[in-house]
């Protein structure tokens, strides 16, 4: 299911913050030139950050111990120099949010995100580094209080307050890519890995809830007061779909979903709502309702189309990825083909077969990241020599090369190096077409070039034997 390309995305995109950053994570920097507006956006930001520290510091369990206040994010903030100037700027000023600690501490305490967090006392898998993101977006921002709270601080606006949730991405973003050393950089590769797996069953899913909801729907218009025929006799074609049946009855993936207690209808019903809204006023529906009969291959043919055709470009399904996690924006294209593709493979597997597929291939996929990662980062002095030897530096300046062409570069010599059953021009290829994808429009021929030089070179050099 995770195949090797979205794996050498992951692979290069943790590898560009890791390295460009030197593993340091720091909060956003005062803007430069700023307005009004910014400087509300920005000290806006710098606040939530306090309140934050001061709701970890509110949430004790019995002997003292605090489970929020214990979080990797929190003491990464608490050692900013920012930080440090509001902790002692606070101790004579008012706390501008003081007045809402108690309720959002409450708030958080009695949520599902921090009891199930508390309950499964794990930080290995990310969950120490994803809770404070969880919380922000789905507790502390949408708080009422605290947005009638903003909205009377000197310099308010709309926009404001979307740059400071501008901020608070980029906050994340940098703090997932930041790391102490580099098992902590694979501990994120790992989690970025699974959550593209989550996704996966998140997307498997979707038709389940969707329909659940439909169903609600129709057992509601049933039981009104006048119902009317078609409310009594309805047509139950959408709700009785064969393949929503096959995965809602399909062992692995009631055992995800169970296991990792994922339902879009607890977390937002909204979201599913306007989703069948518009699958049910398109013409796609209507047409599947009005077919004269329909087989499992017709069921499983409307669902897809209809995530290519309604789900994979409706804004609020798309916004509702982008606020779960910062890795789905970018998984969405490859894991989206992937569930069309096992929508298809519940149409020809035969009983014994599962069509749910594994999260690797084989054993040598679930270790194809780690170890590319993992060279590049010890390796990455050699094979930025091997780069600069061979850019010309009467058209460049090797300082000045676009720093996700080198990573891109780095990441393809590695791969070159220590997968020998991996085709050479499989890896060119695969690399030419990322640098294409996320870097400049020049950037697929810049490494083209480059690649080509160091692979001779490698040969030359008797590294290099296929």
Do not use: C
Not at 77 to 90: F, G, P, Q, R, V
Not at 101 to 109: G, W
């Amino acid at each position: 299911m995770i195949n090797r390309v979205l794996i050498r995305i992951k692979v290069i995109q943790l590898l560009y913050s890791y390295l460009l950053i030197e593993n340091h994570f720091m909060l956003e920097s005062q803007p430069s030139a700023p307005t009004k507006e910014k400087r509300f956006a920005y000290s806006l930001y710098l606040d939530l950050l306090m309140l934050m520290v001061r709701l970890a510091d509110n949430n004790e369990k019995r002997g003292g111990y605090k489970p929020l206040a214990d979080t990797r994010f929190i003491k990464k903030i608490l050692a900013d120099d920012k930080i440090k100037s509001l902790e002692m700027k606070y101790r004579h000023d008012l706390f501008p949010f003081n007045s809402l600690i108690s309720q959002l501490a409450d708030e958080i305490r009695e949520s599902a995100l921090y009891k199930n967090y508390v309950k499964s006392g794990n930080t290995e898998n990310g969950e120490d580094d994803q809770i404070w993101e969880k919380i922000m977006n789905i507790i502390i921002l949408p708080n009422p209080a605290l947005n009638r709270v903003i909205s009377t601080r000197e310099n308010y606006t709309i926009r404001g307050v979307e740059r400071m949730k501008g901020m608070f991405e980029e906050t994340f973003k940098n703090f997932y890519a930041s790391r102490d050393n580099i098992d902590d950089a694979l501990r994120t590769l790992a989690m970025s890995m699974e959550k593209a797996r989550e996704l996966y069953f998140r997307l498997l899913t979707l038709p389940v809830e969707i329909v659940k909801l439909r169903n609600e729907q129709l057992e509601e218009n049933r039981h009104k007061y006048v119902p009317t025929d078609e409310d009594l006799n309805p047509n139950l074609r959408f709700v009785e779909n064969g393949l929503v049946a096959a995965i809602a009855s399909n062992e692995d993936v009631v055992e995800y979903v169970e296991t990792k207690k994922l339902s879009w209808l607890t977390e937002d019903r909204q979201m599913v709502e306007a989703l069948l809204k518009a699958i049910m006023e398109s013409d796609l529906y209507a047409d599947y309702m009005d077919f004269p009969a329909t087989d499992f291959q017709a069921d499983a043919e409307f669902w897809r189309l209809v995530f290519k055709q309604i789900i994979f470009h409706n804004e609020e399904f798309l916004e509702t990825l982008e606020n779960q996690s910062v890795f789905w924006n970018d998984d969405l294209e490859i894991i989206g083909t992937f569930v069309l593709k096992t929508f298809k493979r519940f149409e020809e597997v035969g009983e014994n077969e599962n069509p749910v597929l594994p999260m690797y291939k084989d054993n040598e996929d679930a270790s194809f990241g780690r170890i590319l990662f993992g060279d590049v980062v010890r390796n990455k002095d050699v094979y930025r020599r091997y780069i600069d030897s061979f850019v010309d530096s009467k058209e460049w300046d090797t300082d000045r090369l676009a720093f996700m062409d080198v990573v891109i570069t780095m990441t393809a010599i590695s791969e070159i190096l220590n997968f020998p059953k991996i085709p050479l021009l499989v890896s060119i290829n695969e690399y030419i077409e990322l640098a294409k994808s996320y870097s400049t429009s020049k950037s697929g021929a810049f490494v083209n070039g480059l690649l080509s030089s160091i692979i001779n070179k490698l040969r030359e050099e008797g590294k290099l034997n296929k």
